[in-house]
């Protein structure tokens, strides 16, 4: 399983047993608050059958675009991609600063895509210092109609402790200490370290900042029956692998197999899973709108910066 997807996927299984509202989880219960944000249509004319196969996706996915490393120098214009252009929106505090992604598309009609709010690059003096937030590739259906932006992405919150120029040296506090030998009053003395050290280094550097957004962005049969799914209200089809129990196919009969009920903090009961690819292959097929299917190649997309100074 994609390493990026088993950690948000377990972070939205703990988070809804929880009950916390982390963003994952909302888009899980709220499907109106989901970033597919388009009114759904009924669908006219002829359908072929197809399945969402994760697999695919994440190949379509690789390989399109290499982020800048930490201490080079770079810029970039805007790049739409498949006529979609991510926005990003940064808000600054008086420590720090929050980013947040849309994206929008100036093609008439519904344009559906699969791509990923959570990948940024920062850079400071036109050399990046983006904090190391990973940059698997982690897909989620967007719809626009028009050039209607879709809704935010969740924040990422920015402060000069996380920027790539100095995280090793706050990775350095936590490594060295012996974890198996040391006692609690050595790890709990590494822990004040490190928490002084990101004190210290709260406020962000004064510089000219400038912070992109950048995605691959896919369409063609993919984006379609993950279209069509989304409909019929099967919303996160790249974490049902884990979040199957919390969505409408919590009662497919081939799901039951992969999932366990479990007691919850405050009584119930939840359904968590761990179904295999192929198993979610065969129960994810549809009848798909020929309409739907957009003869597109997978492409990056990067949006404009935004740009603002510290002083």
Known sequence: MHKGLMVVGGIALASASAA??????????????????????????????????LSQVLANGEDLFSPPQCGE???????????????????????????????TSDAEGVTAFLAQTGQLIVTR??????????????????????????APGPDLEMTGAS???????????????????STQEE???????????EAEHET????????????????????????????????DVSLLQYTAG??????DERIQPYCDEAETPDGGTELLCD?????????????????????AEPAVAISEAFAFTIE
């Open 246 to 251: 919390y969505s409408a196919l919590s009662e």
């Open 20 to 53: 916390i509202g982390w963003f994952g989880v909302q888009w899980l219960f709220q499907p109106d608050d989901t970033s597919a944000s388009a009114e759904s249509t009924e669908p006219a004319g002829p359908t072929t059958p197809l399945s969402y196969d």
């Open 275 to 295: 179904v295999p690819q192929d198993v979610l292959i065969e129960v994810l097929e549809r009848d798909v709108p020929e309409s739907y299917i957009v003869d």
């Open 204 to 235: 962000l550097p004064a510089g000219d900042y400038k912070v992109y957004a950048w995605s691959p962005i896919i369409r063609g049969e993919q984006a379609a029956v993950a279209r069509t799914l989304f409909e019929e209200g099967v919303t």
């Open 125 to 150: 003096d036109d050399v990046v210092v983006t904090p190391n937030w990973g940059s698997e590739f982690v897909p989620e259906l967007y719809m626009t109609t028009g050039d209607t932006q879709t």
């Open 163 to 181: 920027l790539c120029d100095v995280a090793d040296e706050l990775n350095s506090i936590l490594a060295d200490i012996d974890w198996e030998n």
């Open 73 to 103: 120098t770079w810029t970039s214009e805007v790049t739409p991609g498949n006529t979609v252009v991510p926005i990003v929106n940064v808000t600054t505090t008086d420590s720090g600063a929050t980013a947040n992604v849309a994206f």
């Open 187 to 197: 790890i709990d003395a590494q822990y004040a370290k490190a928490a002084e050290f």
